[in-house]
């Protein structure tokens, strides 16, 4: 059987889930748009930038190869979480920023661990290294 998904409230319900469950305590403070991206990218899985540069609003895009049903729910999650914390410490928002880079010294790991994300974050990391290339190679060309 074959179940056709309104694949933009999935990813919007599910951002929304994330942010309750994870961020209460720090709330939105723009306009943040979350969508599939329009480029099935070969190595970026999602990203986030300012709309116009300015800081009215945001936008996650999340690469539409995540939507390939041999793609567990779990790695999904973990690329919008990966985005999310990006929002929350200031990159691509309006939050305040307390770090320079948005990578350097691990802070996006140890905000994910300080939500309890270790598990899901080796385990997402470990199938996007063992199947990532597949998924690009079925997918695109
Ligand atoms: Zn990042």
């Known amino acids: 059987m074959v179940t056709k998904i309104d694949y933009d409230k999935y990813l919007a319900s599910k951002t929304a889930a994330l942010i309750r469950e994870n961020f209460s305590e720090r ?19 999602g990203h986030i930038k300012p709309v116009n540069d300015t800081e009215f609003g945001s936008i996650i895009e999340i690469n539409p190869l995540l ?15 990966h985005e999310l914390t990006h929002y929350f410490q200031g990159f ?8 320079k880079h948005p990578h350097r010294g691990g ?26 290339k597949n998924l690009v190679a079925k997918k695109i060309n």
Do not use: F
């Not at 691509?92 to 770090?99: A, E, L, M, T, W």
């Not at 790991?109 to 996007?128: D, F, M, N, V």
């Open 27 to 45: 709330g939105i403070t723009n306009i943040l748009i979350v969508r599939w991206s329009n480029k099935k990218s070969k190595r970026i899985l």
């Open 67 to 81: 939507k390939d049903l041999s793609v567990p729910e779990y790695v999904l999650d973990y690329v919008l979480m």
């Open 92 to 99: 691509g928002s309006n939050h305040k920023r307390k770090h």
């Open 107 to 132: 802070i996006v790991e140890k905000e994910l661990a300080r939500h309890g994300w270790e598990e899901i974050t080796q385990k997402s990391e470990k199938w996007i290294k063992e199947n990532w």
